[in-house]
């Protein structure tokens, strides 16, 4: 967990940074801060296909550079263009090479519902994340205590948002409230080994209830992983890396829809 621990490390003095620069008051007074947020859990529940959360992400720090010719602009008018259910868009800079600034930028712009997926730890980012044009949030079950979930996922409510609820392994099922955290994803990337395993989700979805709406995540680059995941119970996939490394990202966007369109098979 030493990836985490140094990820957590920089995001406490990221955060202690934040605070010096602005307020709550200040997020309060920026622009998009009262536009009303759109819903995920409605644009994805009930949907007979398996919906596509598509992710804007630079580089990662098991991958490196990822997109070279990357537009987060040009990316997300590409994923608005084929209708996806959401965007999800890294905001790390360290690790991840993203900005809160592309989040604000494709606010402007937005046709479907913004994730902002980044470290969350402290309820000024979720105001700041709010006033960046964010619809909802990424929590890490690894990254925070029960208690801590609890009153991010409330702080994220207040403000109209709705929150992404993810966890790696079947041991942090324990700090879920499924009456709270509607939004489960389950990530199939080993924490420690980076290793990818789509059993993951299979085995998570078997344990949650049938009320919650399941995201897969990670390790999704082919109809067969499309499949397994539909019939693992998933409601939706986040994909990023197979989109950000493809030529045409429409074209592979495409593709990935007609493998998603043919609805669970009970």
């Given at each position: 967990m030493n990836f985490l621990t140094n990820i957590l490390d920089t995001k406490r003095e990221e955060v202690a940074k934040l605070k010096r620069m602005y307020s709550i008051n200040s997020f309060k007074d920026m622009e998009l801060f009262p536009t009303q947020s759109l819903s995920f859990y409605n644009n994805v529940k009930g949907n007979k296909n398996l919906s596509i959360i598509a992710e804007i992400k630079k580089a990662s720090p098991s991958k490196g550079l990822i997109r070279e010719d990357f537009s987060h602009?040009?990316?997300?008018?590409?994923?608005?263009?084929?209708?996806?259910?959401?965007?999800?868009?890294?905001?790390?800079?360290?690790?991840?090479?993203?900005?809160?600034?592309?989040?604000l930028d494709i606010a402007?712009?937005?046709?479907?519902?913004?994730?902002?997926?980044?470290?969350?730890?402290?309820?000024?980012?979720?105001?700041?994340?709010?006033?960046n044009g964010a619809d909802l949030i990424l929590l890490i079950c690894e990254a925070l205590s029960k208690e801590a979930i609890k009153d991010l996922t409330e702080t994220a409510y207040e403000l109209g948002l709705e929150v992404l609820l993810e966890l790696h392994s079947i041991n942090q099922l324990e700090k879920i409230d499924p009456g709270l955290n509607k939004i489960i994803g389950v990530n199939n990337r080993n924490l420690?080994?980076?290793?990818?395993?789509?059993?993951?989700?299979?085995?998570?979805?078997?344990?949650?209830?049938?009320?919650?709406?399941?995201?897969?995540?990670?390790?999704?680059?082919?109809?067969?992983?499309v499949d397994f995941i539909r019939n693992a119970g998933a409601d939706a996939i986040l994909v990023g890396e197979h989109l950000m490394r493809a030529k045409s990202i429409e074209d592979k966007l495409s593709e990935l829809k007609s493998w998603c369109a043919n609805g669970r098979q009970d």
């Open positions: 602009l040009e990316i997300a008018k590409s994923y608005f263009s084929q209708e996806v259910n959401g965007v999800s868009i890294l905001t790390d800079k360290n690790y991840f090479k993203g900005d809160i600034n592309y989040l402007k712009i937005k046709q479907a519902p913004l994730l902002r997926k980044d470290f969350i730890i402290d309820p000024i980012q979720i105001y700041e994340a709010k006033a420690e080994t980076f290793n990818v395993d789509l059993s993951v989700t299979q085995n998570i979805y078997s344990l949650l209830p049938d009320e919650v709406l399941l995201v897969s995540e990670s390790g999704i680059n082919s109809k067969e992983d």
